[in-house]
């Protein structure tokens, strides 16, 4: 019997990024319908980890594979994620917790954001648009140039005036930075492109601060319940399911 999903995404206040969360695990389970797949938070929402990988525990399950619903390495990855495999482990010392990397980079991300852009409005051959692909920002700063990495290869793509990242929070430029620089470099049309998995507090800041900035923009959708996002997670799952991986140890991630 393959080892229980248990996907663990950051939890909001807003419902909406719940449920978006649970969206996009019910397309996993209409991909794999054969597996046992849950849906976990580390804060602000519930259930949380512990409790999820408790339950999976008292059905009887001897394993379980926990895959952060994350985009890069940045604080919940390298420091809450582990904290709850380690509290499990204590409490459950013969159950086999391992954790898959997270989501980031992958290309089915940047395709991801992209097709949610397109659906927007914007056109590859634009040549004064401008696009800020905005994410949550980290003080982690691996975990921002990641985005960083995505705005340069929509940039090369294409024919638009620029395309820069910029962040929520922790992290330089801001939004209105952002839209400065491309307003420099000659943009007259801007769009924003979401490295968001769930709408939620800081992409309802990034739009705001784009509104208030710039007439009209377009504004893209996060990655929800993109079937390629679907797919990379039971990738991520399969890498340590069924290939035999060992697990991950909490300070690997």
Same mark, same amino acid.
């Given at each position: ?26 397309? #996993?389970?209409?991909?794999?319908? $054969? ?16 409790? *999820? ?25 390298? *420091? ?6 380690? @509290? ?7 159950? %086999? ?28 051959? %634009? ?19 990641? *985005?960083?990495?995505?705005? !340069? ?18 992290? @330089? ?6 839209? !400065? ?22 992409? $309802?800041?990034? #739009? ?6 710039? !007439? ?11 079937? @390629? ?25």
């Amino acid at each position: 019997m393959s080892a229980p999903l248990v996907a663990v995404a950051h939890g909001s206040r807003d419902p909406r990024s719940a449920g978006t969360v649970h969206a996009l695990m019910d397309v #996993v389970r209409a991909s794999r319908p $054969d597996l046992d797949v849950r849906t976990a938070f580390l804060d602000l929402s519930a259930p949380r980890l512990g409790d *999820v990988l408790a339950g999976v525990h008292q059905d009887g399950h001897d394993r379980a594979v926990v895959v952060p619903l994350l985009l890069g390495r940045a604080f919940h990855a390298r *420091v809450d994620v582990p904290a709850a495999i380690t @509290e499990a482990a204590r409490r459950f010392p013969r159950f %086999d917790v391992r954790v898959a990397d997270v989501l980031g980079p992958d290309p089915r991300l940047d395709r991801a954001a992209w097709r949610r852009l397109v659906a927007a409005g914007a056109e590859a051959d %634009d040549p004064e648009l401008g696009v800020v692909l905005a994410g949550a920002g980290s003080s982690h700063a691996p975990a921002n140039r990641l *985005v960083d990495d995505v705005a !340069a290869r929509w940039r090369a793509g294409t024919r638009w005036a620029g395309a820069v990242a910029a962040f929520a929070a922790a992290a @330089e430029p801001d939004v209105p930075a952002a839209l !400065a620089r491309l307003r420099a470099a000659g943009a007259r049309r801007f769009a924003i492109g979401a490295w968001f998995l769930a709408p939620g507090l800081l992409p $309802d800041r990034i #739009v705001e601060q784009a509104r208030r900035h710039v !007439a009209d923009p377009l504004i893209a959708a996060p990655m929800a319940d993109d079937p @390629e996002v679907a797919e990379l997670v039971l990738h991520r799952y399969a890498e340590v399911a069924e290939l035999g991986a060992p697990a991950l140890l909490p300070q690997a991630l």
